[in-house]
């Protein structure tokens, strides 16, 4: 057992704490890893918001990179001083959404994250002897963690982690939902909706798919200008006019593809409403568990249009995390735009207080 700062939240508003927590040593099949840089992702604001049901108290934060620490029993691949990204999705490598090649769904990794817990239905987090949950088996918000295995990913020793850390979420989520979930073709129109950094993501994801058109579309004109610098063809700035009307304006062919990277209802609806012939909005953004969004299926039918979600950019973890650091590394995809800025572990609610405030993009904590 060691003492480590933690960033808890208890299930109240505003009842965010870092503490020195607990932490157990790994079991069979974990890891532990000292984390050098955590991610602040709308998916933790979410949480914090009470919009999503998960177990509390709950260590948080789901993107971080660092070094392993310690093997628990029967770990293979990985080394004491390895370089690694968090995976969120935990592959099991067993059940049948593994078996079919689907691992960003693995139903062995759904069910711990649904609970709050590693795989053998405990907690490796306690404070003064009561039990706190993971959050998605990672819990990146912490001096350090314990994981299972497959969601620590070995990365090249020569990238960042003070960087890379993003591609554990944000990264994996915006250009995994363009490469893969949607698979868009090069050519393609392509919109996104919302430019923080899933949607930016996205924005070089389609810039790396050879995308013709690339529209991005903020109601804040500073993502909208770090979208230029990331690719986008044109900008739109949703508060000024009906964004439905400007993308059909920016694009008269229509659009191929159109990412709603925010999960606001009525973004989700724009990405459907605006769509050309034959296309696919993808909804990677989350809305609030129970939100209801409409279309009319009579023109979805029509123009044979397409609805996709995306879950964690349809990623192999094991996989698509090296292949996107190789990425970074070799200039192709631009990580240092999309860090708005680092900050000591212990300054955590200032920086979801920035993210909510639309003042960053993603925020590192950094230990
Ligand atoms: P963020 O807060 O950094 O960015 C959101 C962006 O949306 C900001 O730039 C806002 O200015 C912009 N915005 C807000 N309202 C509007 C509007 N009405 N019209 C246009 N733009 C607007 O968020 P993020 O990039 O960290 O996360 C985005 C979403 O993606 C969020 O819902 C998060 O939970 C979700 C997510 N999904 C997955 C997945 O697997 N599907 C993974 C990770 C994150
Ligand atoms: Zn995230």
């Not at 949950?133 to 982690?161: C, M, N, T, W």
């Not at 572990?345 to 405030?357: G, H, I, N």
């Amino acid at each position: 057992m060691t003492t480590v700062r933690a960033v808890i939240y208890d299930g109240t508003p505003g009842g965010i704490e870092v503490a020195d927590v607990e932490l157990a040593a790994p079991r069979p099949g974990e890891v532990e890893v000292a984390i050098v840089a955590a991610g602040v992702c709308h998916s933790d604001l979410h949480v914090i918001r009470g919009e999503w049901v998960i177990p509390l108290p709950v260590v948080l934060g789901h993107e971080g990179a660092g070094t392993v620490t310690a093997l628990g029993a029967g770990v293979t691949g990985l080394a004491v001083g390895d370089h690694v990204v968090l995976s969120w999705v935990p592959q099991c490598g067993t059940c049948r959404q593994c078996g079919l090649g689907r691992p960003w769904q693995c139903e062995t990794a759904a069910r711990v994250a649904a609970t709050g817990v590693l795989y053998d239905g405990t907690s490796r987090f306690s404070r003064n002897g009561t039990m706190l949950h993971h959050y998605l088996g990672v819990s990146s918000f912490a001096e350090r963690v314990v994981i299972p295995a497959s969601g620590a990913v070995k990365v090249r020793s020569d990238a960042p982690l003070d960087v890379i850390a993003i591609v554990g979420c944000a990264v994996a989520t915006g250009v995994g939902a363009v490469r893969n979930t949607a698979a868009v073709e090069a050519g393609a129109t392509v919109a996104v909706i919302g430019l923080g950094g899933v949607g930016l993501s996205c924005v070089q994801g389609a810039r790396l798919a050879g995308a013709s058109r690339i529209v991005a579309v903020d109601v804040n004109p500073a993502k909208l200008a770090v979208a230029i610098r990331l690719g986008a063809t044109d900008t739109i700035d949703a508060s000024l006019a009906d964004p439905v009307e400007q993308l059909r304006d920016a694009v008269p062919e229509g659009l191929d593809y159109i990412f709603d990277a925010i999960g606001r209802i009525e973004t989700t609806e724009q990405a459907i409403r605006a769509l050309g012939p034959g296309g696919a909005a993808v909804i990677v953004g989350l809305p609030p568990t129970g939100a209801r969004a409409s279309f009319e299926p009579l023109v979805l039918a029509e123009a044979n249009q397409r609805i996709l979600g995306s879950n964690y950019g349809s990623v192999d973890p094991r996989t698509d995390i090296p292949l996107l650091v190789d990425l970074y590394m070799d200039g192709s995809l631009d990580l240092d735009e999309l860090v708005s800025g680092r900050r000591p572990l212990a300054e955590a609610v200032a920086a979801l207080a920035d993210l909510e405030a639309g003042r960053t993009l993603r925020t590192l904590l950094v230990n």
